[in-house]
């Protein structure tokens, strides 16, 4: 169940173009063997059919909500799934409506927990209270809702990355002849210029590591830019990154597995996450990354496994891990992160994941005495 959407977007099908996480992580269930349909908030009435997944469009009714939770009702669900927590409403009466065998999962997308006596606050917590499961890309990271009391300590509570990508590797001579990255060794940035990425911090760690590694190139494509007066006058301002920084600016989409198969290491300065998409579509075209230890990051990395972590805002941290990270690079290095992508982050991985949790949660419903019915 999706209850969001962009008013911009006129039609089912420009929806399901646009919103690629819900339909990978739809189609990647639907890989398991999992009977799959999903219920959208939108404009007008509709249902599209598409690889096997069953689309049923719901018109905005700001007072009524129940066509909504009928039209997830009549799914005749084993699991219902809501995208997000800040929902309240729609997701408050799942509990009401659904049969008691249906389990409630909340997926995570980002924000963070609001104030307990806030408005919304009184609204979500009385939802998070009914869901049986909460999925989080690290689950490090539903230690601040706990904190403030939205989930229980005891409550479930499983790992599973927000979404995955399509992108593919490019043969990297062929990638390099568009995109002319250079450097020994190419380090690439993707990410908006603001001071949640911090691309100060990254220039300052990257200024320190030239000096271990004078011929590295930073290539820093971006389209949201805050913070591009800062960043160009902090390159302007020093010999060394004059040299070796290139500002790309945006990119179309369709073009950046070019980038990120010419680059050998990827590097952000992230504060705060909620999955990392950048990072993950640069693992799928088996880029080394470097980049802040923050929860998420590790788990996309395996704890580092195929990168190396930097402690956030911290810039002579930042000079240590890309030093470290070049020392180590090596032949296999590519394929080193391919596989794990494979294995852990692929739309496949992901879709499989997916269905042990849902699995998992069913049997404990079960167990509590609730009869279910296993995923079909």
């Not at 997830?72 to 408050?92: K, M």
């Not at 389209?223 to 006058?233: C, H, K, M, S, T």
Request: aromatic letters at 8%; one cysteine or more; glycine letters at 8%.
């Amino acid at each position: 169940m999706n209850g969001a959407f962009d008013p911009r977007l006129a039609t089912p099908n420009a929806l399901l173009d646009a919103y690629h996480t819900l339909t990978g992580w739809s189609d990647a269930l639907v890989g398991t063997g999992v009977s799959t349909s999903v219920v959208q908030e939108f404009s007008e009435d509709a249902s599209v059919h598409r690889r096997g997944v069953d689309y049923i469009f719901c018109r905005q009714r700001r007072s009524d909500l129940d066509p909504f939770l009928a039209a997830v009702v009549g799914c005749e669900p084993d699991i219902v799934h809501v995208n997000g927590f800040e929902a309240p409403d729609a997701a408050r009466g799942l509990r009401r409506v659904l049969p008691a065998s249906v389990p409630i999962v909340l997926q995570h997308h980002g924000g963070k927990p609001p104030r307990r006596l806030s408005a919304l606050g009184r609204t979500m917590r009385p939802t998070m209270n009914q869901a049986d499961a909460f999925l989080f890309t690290s689950v490090a990271q539903a230690q601040p809702w706990i904190d403030r009391g939205y989930i229980s300590p005891d409550a479930a509570v499983f790992d599973v990355p927000e979404a995955s990508t399509a992108i593919a590797p490019v043969p990297r001579d062929e990638a390099q002849a568009k995109t002319g990255l250079d450097g020994s060794p190419s380090f690439l940035w993707v990410g908006r210029l603001d001071t949640n990425k911090d691309p100060l911090t990254v220039l300052a760690g990257f200024e320190r590591a030239l000096e271990a590694v004078p011929g590295a190139a930073l290539t820093m494509v971006f389209g949201a830019d805050d913070l591009i007066g800062e960043v160009r006058r902090r390159v302007a301002a020093s010999a060394k990154l004059r040299q070796r920084v290139r500002l790309i600016g945006a990119v179309p989409y369709g073009d950046m597995a070019d980038w990120y198969s010419s680059a050998d290491l990827f590097v952000l300065g992230s504060h705060d996450e909620s999955c990392g998409y950048a990072l993950i579509e640069a693992c799928a075209c088996g880029v080394t990354p470097v980049v802040t230890d923050i929860a998420p990051f590790r788990a996309i990395t395996s704890s580092g496994s195929i990168g190396y972590h930097w402690r956030v805002g911290d810039s002579d941290s930042c000079a240590s891990a890309l030093t470290r990270a070049v020392a180590q690079l090596g032949n296999q290095s590519r394929r080193i992160v391919l596989d794990h992508f494979a294995a852990s982050l692929s739309w496949t991985a992901v879709g499989r994941r997916a269905r042990a949790i849902y699995e998992a949660v069913i049997a404990e419903r079960a167990s509590k005495g609730h009869t279910a019915r296993m995923l079909n």
